[in-house]
């Protein structure tokens, strides 16, 4: 049965299980132990008076050395959404993956700061961190964002160690007293290391070795990280009517292509499963990536018939 309207956390049930879905990771096991997480994180952040939000994952691979897709597209248009309904909001990323995120923010229209910190400066990064203490942060989130391994490397899903083009972004994700929220797709971003010890190990190729240990208060598990970013969107939309129209001007089929086709036109990012410089995502196109968006806007808006 469909969502009732008047019952927004079934909506964001039927949210979650639309967003948080194994695409060929073997996260099933991840998505099946955090249920549940998408609704407890998103409470949270409608509370919030302060929002920074961490992202960009970098892809070198032979030929290939640019930002991905994944991450900066539904950090931007998320981020774009808290700071119309009022929510001032920032995004920090480092040097290789800056371009994208400015590209990202300035398509998407909203008001928001970009905190760029170079790889190796950690008196920057120490610095950043006391300014979001002193700024008020509330909420940290950290989207589609490669964390420290066990051996304190970050890895791709390839299990290659990606250090010299990430900063170590867990220290400001865990440097305050912020809520922190996390989402990823993989196993290897900040946040993973709120699952249960070894799980990755046990379920995702090279799993072992890619597993991040940075945890976090509430983690949702995207098919997608992007799904996830839309997810809290439409979760938020769910919870708050009074957002709804705001909301809507972000959770956008066309505003998410355009900001997808900006950050590949004028920072060159690429897509991070086939490294081809198009815009697409984790190897989907926007055939499947806008009718989720348009399916996620029926159920939080509460448009699905019983």
């Known amino acids: 049965m469909s969502p009732r309207k ?22 099933a096991e991840l998505i099946a132990v955090t249920r549940g997480e998408l609704l407890a994180a998103t409470r949270l952040l409608a509370g919030a008076r302060r929002v920074g939000l961490i992202t960009g994952f970098f892809v070198p691979r032979g030929d290939v050395a640019a930002p991905e897709t994944d991450g900066p597209v539904g950090t931007a248009l998320l981020a774009a959404s808290l700071a119309a309904c009022g929510i001032p909001t920032r995004i920090a990323v480092d040097t290789p993956c800056a371009a994208a995120v400015r590209a990202a923010v300035a398509a998407a229209g909203g008001q928001v700061d970009v905190d760029e910190v170079a790889v190796g400066d950690g008196p920057a990064l120490a610095r950043l961190t006391a300014a979001w203490r002193d700024l008020g942060i509330s909420h940290a989130v950290a989207i589609e964002r490669c964390g420290r391994s066990a051996d304190g490397k970050p890895r791709n899903m390839r299990g290659v160690d990606v250090s010299p083009w990430t900063a170590p972004l867990d220290e400001l994700f865990l440097g305050g007293s912020w809520a922190r929220l996390a989402v990823g797709d993989g196993g290897n971003e900040i946040g993973m290391g709120k699952l249960p010890p070894g799980l990755i190990a046990r379920t995702v ?37 009074d957002w709804q129209p705001t909301i809507a001007r972000f959770l956008d089929a066309r505003r998410d292509l355009a900001v997808t086709q900006a950050i590949v036109d004028e920072a060159g990012a690429v897509d991070g499963v086939t490294a081809r410089r198009e815009p697409t995502v984790d190897g989907f196109g926007h055939d499947v990536h806008g009718a989720l968006i348009d399916e996620l806007r029926r159920i939080a808006w509460g448009q699905v018939a019983d």
């Open 6 to 27: 008047s019952d927004p956390a079934e909506r964001v049930a039927t949210i979650e299980a639309l967003v948080c879905r194994d695409v060929g990771r073997k996260t």
């Open 205 to 241: 190729p090279n799993g072992a070795e890619i597993a991040c240990i940075t945890a976090c208060d509430h983690l949702v598990v995207a098919g997608v990280s992007n799904w996830g970013a839309y997810g809290l969107m439409a979760a938020l939309a769910a919870l708050r009517p």
